[in-house]
């Protein structure tokens, strides 16, 4: 049976494809390699810590001699990378560290990739031909949009922030190896995810947490920065669509068409809460306006018509279905 390699599969879309992939994949291995830093969470894989069809590796992906290792003990024949630093905030604190994991990192296993499955540009080795490296980015680094609008594959990027800067860079790197040796990559870049397993810091939670424990819900600004959110299982369904049937060398947006912005998002959240977790005050009357953040991108959105039109991708789930099952799940942990 044939192995693929997911990095960062610990992490908040990794932890909710891995059950995923393995259930819609059943002749297929998964090695997960992940560092399990701040970001990566082994309890969001309890369903398939003991699958038999699942290994965990922990490790990290700027680590060239365990990449080297593991290529050589499971011959994977696939890559799916999600392995990244990917909270802006950080980002603009300790740049560095994006730099390091996002490029060094995405270097480190397309060369490592590149050298296992081929013997020289556009030669692929035996039992290799349909190998693939599947890169998962960001629509942030196109940039921003004003009030109209949408992201394409075709649109320049602009990346704003350090997170931002760096996942343009390594998707660049990416499509270098395509052009330069022939490697069969494909490229997803993704709008806002949201929905269960996601890390406490990143937006929804945040405000599902701090409504709950009755703390302030800080939204930054005035809470009039657009996103085109994603119900992370829909991410999943494209990630597999392209990676199984994507043309090589191609980038793929995924979007939800759900675009919010973050004010709504928050009376959204405590208007369910109201409803299905009441309490003496509305929650609404916890949100507080903090100082912006800097280089804050006003809107995001994303046109996935490439995907829907030439994989067959549609997304199941708009956000007033996807929120509530999202506000379920955090309220059935926090209890």
């Known amino acids: 049976m044939q ?58 992906i700027c680590d060239r001699n365990l990449i080297e290792v593991l290529f050589k003990k499971f011959n994977f ?18 740049p560095d560290a994006f730099v390091k994991t996002n490029v060094f990192g995405t270097f480190n296993i397309l060369d490592v990739a590149k050298n ?3 013997k020289s540009p556009n030669v692929f080795k035996e039992n290799f031909e349909d190998s693939r490296f599947h890169h998962i980015s960001t629509d942030e680094v196109y940039g921003t949009l004003g009030e109209q609008g949408t992201f394409t594959e075709e649109t320049s990027y602009a990346p704003n922030s350090p997170y ?9 790197m990416v499509r270098s190896y395509f052009h ?68 090589p060398g191609e980038t793929y ?32 009357e916890q949100i507080n306006f903090v100082e912006d953040r800097p280089g804050h991108d006003f809107r995001y959105a994303i046109d996935a018509a490439k995907l829907e039109n030439e994989l067959g991708w549609k997304a199941d789930e708009n956000f007033e279905s996807g929120i509530l099952k999202t506000i379920e799940w955090y309220l059935s942990k926090y209890k």
């Open 180 to 247: 330069t040796y022939g490697l069969n990559v494909v490229t997803t870049n993704c709008s806002n995810n949201y929905g269960p397993k996601q890390h406490t810091e990143k937006l929804i939670p945040t405000i599902i947490r701090k409504a709950v424990l009755g703390e302030n819900i800080p939204i930054y600004g005035d809470g009039k920065n657009i996103r085109d959110w994603l119900y992370v299982l829909d991410h999943c369904k494209g990630i597999d669509v392209v990676f199984k049937k994507g043309k």
């Open 3 to 60: 192995t693929v390699l997911i990095t960062g599969g610990a992490g908040f879309i990794g932890a909710n494809f891995i059950p995923y992939f393995l259930e819609n994949n059943r002749d297929l291995k998964v090695v997960n390699l992940d560092l399990l830093t701040y970001a990566g969470d082994l309890s969001n894989l309890k369903e398939v810590e003991n699958h038999s069809r699942y290994h965990f590796v922990k490790g990290n």
């Open 253 to 284: 947006n995924i979007g939800g068409k759900n675009e919010r912005n973050n004010l709504y998002i928050a009376n959204k959240i405590c208007a369910i809460l109201d409803a299905i977790h009441p309490k003496e005050k509305s929650y609404k």
């Open 77 to 94: 024949i696939g890559v799916i990378h999600f392995a990244a630093e990917s909270h802006v905030d950080n980002s603009i604190k300790y």
């Open 164 to 172: 931002s800067a760096s996942k343009a860079s390594s998707d660049f």
């Open 116 to 118: 296992h499955w081929m």
